[in-house]
């Protein structure tokens, strides 16, 4: 049998794209990549709509569009994300990331995202923010 | 998002989100809680079993909830949370003040 790959890619602007489209498209990578596992589904979903909305959050600040870029790549090993968008260079600091105190209402985000996958690295690209996650697939028995 | 607003047992409010708690949903549970708490009542229980998944601004609003609730007098409280609901507390250190209870008639069990 062929190794299991599956690549896919959705494209964005935001108004009027939001979290929920990210996450439609996720449920059909599911679809198609039916041997990864739930703690992987669980941990990948949870952090790609954590810097989805992150990146969307910042798409408010002049209240233009911003255009995003969304891509997956699933191997036998890994589980790859992609992230680029044209907005505000980013300010986001991820290394050493800490959880708030427990009453704090906000940033968890970036946290919980480096809790969740293995590597996080952000670059700026042509002008574009990128973000590239990749968490190590966690075999099913 | 689509919230149901139930009486519970013993005077509970109990709210039912349903689909994504998200960044778009949130704003929506905040205010059912502040509206409830706003009406006089102050003991809430939130259903999260039509709920399949939660992120930081979901989170968000549950402690906002239990902030408004508690300086009422009452409590918000949590039942039916899913295994990503229950990771993401995990993750969160929330669980040490959203415990995850079965279902709703125990998470006043003690009331």
């Not at chain 1, 996720?26 to 739930?38: C, G, K, Q, Y």
């Not at chain 1, 293995?118 to 973000?131: I, L, M, R, T």
């Not at chain 2, 009452?74 to 079965?102: C, F, H, M, W």
Request: with cysteine; net charge negative; charged share 25%.
């Amino acid at each position: 049998m062929m190794p299991e790959s599956v690549s896919r890619t959705v494209r964005l602007t935001t108004p009027p794209g939001d979290v929920n489209t990210v996450h439609d498209f996720l449920v059909d990578v599911w679809h198609e990549a039916s041997t990864v596992s739930e703690i992987d589904r669980m941990s990948i979903e949870t952090a790609l709509i954590e810097l989805a909305a992150n990146v969307m959050q910042h798409a408010d600040s002049d209240g233009a569009g911003l255009a995003c870029e969304f891509a997956i790549v699933i191997d036998d090993e890994a589980i790859a994300i992609t992230v680029r968008d044209t907005g505000e260079p980013g300010e986001i600091q991820l290394v050493g990331a800490e959880m708030p105190e427990l009453d704090a209402e906000s940033g968890r985000g970036l946290a919980l995202i480096t809790a969740l996958v293995d590597d996080v690295a952000y670059s700026q690209e042509d002008g574009n923010n990128v973000w590239r996650l990749r968490r190590s697939r966690v075999a099913t028995a | 998002m689509n919230i149901e607003m139930v009486d519970g047992p013993g005077g509970v409010v109990v709210l039912r989100p349903a689909g994504r708690l998200n960044m778009v949903a949130a704003p929506a549970v905040r205010e059912a809680v502040n509206s409830i708490v706003d009406s006089g009542r102050s003991r809430i229980a939130v259903d999260l079993s039509g709920v399949d998944f939660i992120d930081s601004s979901g989170l968000g609003a549950l402690i906002s909830g239990l902030k408004s609730t508690r300086q009422a007098g009452g409590d918000l409280r949590i039942a039916g949370a899913n295994d990503q609901v229950k990771l993401v507390l995990s993750l969160t250190n929330l669980e040490r003040v959203l415990t995850p209870y079965d279902t709703v008639e125990n998470a006043y069990g003690d009331a």
